[in-house]
């Protein structure tokens, strides 16, 4: 297969809008005789008219080889490895040209066969993904017509749907992903190779689908992704507990807090909230629900310990029984929901009394408390006393006038 070449007076890519440190990590690698290529989502990005999140670099150098050259380099995954190369706080995925076999259509285990720059490309998912970038004479390499794609909007996988979702069912995820994210038309035949082919992601890395659908969440783009995965039943079958509260009146509550999220990280630019927090969105309204009921047959029920544990069910019943969160992510959306009943008492008429609780997580929870603020304004005044009083808290701790708070834990069972 031959490459068309684009030049930069045809692609109009500005050399400027690069990061110069993954400019500096192709030169090192061109440097010592070896190709080196951005690759993947930073081009497409920057193709699109998008600011790319990170770059990843491919080239024909072995990990190995990528370790020798940079001092900050660490060497990761098994089931598709390649280097990690730190340059202050980025990192830049350097991985080695593969082959890959289009028509074979078994699962894939193991990515590991090394092969050409053509092979390499053919491999990847959608043909917007599959352009590198060159940056020594500012050239796109086309080896799959996704410049073309690019300009027509159009999302189209590389090689035949129903092979390429079957040797990996994360493609269907990340299909919905760049549609949801672009806008991208996808082809229709994709699309028929997706509700054909969805319980094969059952077959997937529970590790990697949950990557990905946190990473949407973090996007800006998280309500069309999950209006998309509900629309292709991959909610339902992904997420079979949660997508029964999407069923009731809470989904218009979750989508309403998402989309003032989605709307600060496009609009203002700003840093997409903790993963946890991200995850209580998505709980809070059905959180809120069980308390209520459980406060409303017995007052006297609804004590921390209790809201607690309320939080951990609900939280570890609506991962499971196939994607499962980490215990960190736990711990924190633990705290960040039961803690919302500190500043929002069940007792409406409790005075308030501002006492920071000795948990490092606490922090979480009052940002959380913000986002509600944001949609609930008659909130704001109980979030501006707490702010005051948690700064202050804050600051007698940096001076040392309070011992550290501790993490959160999971709830333990309390002793009789
Ligand atoms: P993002 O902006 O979310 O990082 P991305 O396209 O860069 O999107 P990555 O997971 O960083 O996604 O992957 C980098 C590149 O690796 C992709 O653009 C694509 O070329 C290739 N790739 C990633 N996942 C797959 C996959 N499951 N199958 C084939 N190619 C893939
Ligand atoms: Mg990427």
């Known amino acids: 297969m031959t490459a ?4 930069q007076t045809e692609h109009k890519i500005q050399l400027e809008d690069i990061d110069p440190d993954a400019l500096v990590v192709l030169d ?9 290529y951005l690759v993947g ?9 998008y600011k790319p999140k990170d770059y990843d670099i491919s080239t024909n150098a072995l990990p190995e080889q990528v370790k020798r050259l940079f001092s900050g380099c660490f060497l990761v995954g098994k089931r598709f490895r390649l280097a990690h190369v730190r340059i202050g706080k980025k990192i830049f995925e350097v991985s080695t040209f593969r082959s890959g076999d289009n028509e074979d259509d078994t699962l894939i285990h193991n990515d590991n066969e090394w092969g050409t720059e053509e092979e390499d490309v053919t491999r990847r998912d959608f043909t917007v993904n599959g352009l590198y970038y060159n940056n020594a004479d500012q050239t796109i390499i086309d080896y799959v017509g996704g410049v073309e794609d690019a300009r027509k909007n159009f999302l189209r996988c590389i090689g035949n749907p129903y092979i390429r979702f079957k040797q990996d069912p994360v493609r269907m995820i990340r299909l919905l992903k760049f549609r949801s994210r672009f806008g991208l038309t996808p082809d229709e035949e994709m699309i028929e190779a997706l509700f054909a082919l969805r319980t094969e992601i059952l077959k997937s890395s529970p590790i990697r689908i949950l ?7 973090e996007s800006g783009s998280s309500v069309p992704f999950l209006k998309n995965l509900q629309q292709h039943g991959f909610l339902e079958t992904l997420l079979p507990n949660l997508a029964k509260y999407f069923e009731t009146p809470h989904e ?25 927090i991200l995850v209580s969105i998505l709980l809070y309204p059905i959180y809120r629900e ?15 310990g209790k809201l607690q544990e309320e939080a951990f069910k609900l939280a570890l019943n609506s991962f499971s029984p196939i994607l499962r969160i980490t215990k960190k992510i736990l711990g924190e959306v633990i705290t960040i929901l039961s803690t919302q009943y500190r500043f929002t008492p069940l007792q409406k008429k409790k005075r308030l009394i ?41 600051k007698a701790e940096d001076n040392g006038k309070l011992p550290p708070t501790s993490s959160s834990r999971r709830p333990r069972r309390r002793r009789r």
């Open 41 to 49: 989502g930073s081009v497409r990005d920057l193709l699109l008219g």
């Open 354 to 394: 501002c006492k920071i609780p000795r948990n490092r997580d606490f922090s979480l929870a009052l940002k959380f408390f913000k986002l509600r603020t944001d949609l609930e304004p008659g909130l704001t005044d109980i979030y501006t006393e707490w702010a005051y009083y948690y700064d202050k808290h804050k």
């Open 290 to 304: 069980i308390v209520q009921d459980l406060y409303d047959s017995s007052p006297k029920k609804a004590h921390l």
């Open 4 to 7: 068309k070449k684009y030049l």
């Open 28 to 36: 090192v690698l061109r440097g010592h005789g070896f190709t080196a």
């Open 252 to 276: 218009k509550e979750i989508y309403t807090f998402l989309t003032e999220v989605d709307r600060s990280i496009l609009n203002e630019d700003k840093r997409p909230p903790r993963r946890s």
């Open 211 to 217: 990557e990905e659908l946190l990473r949407m969440l």
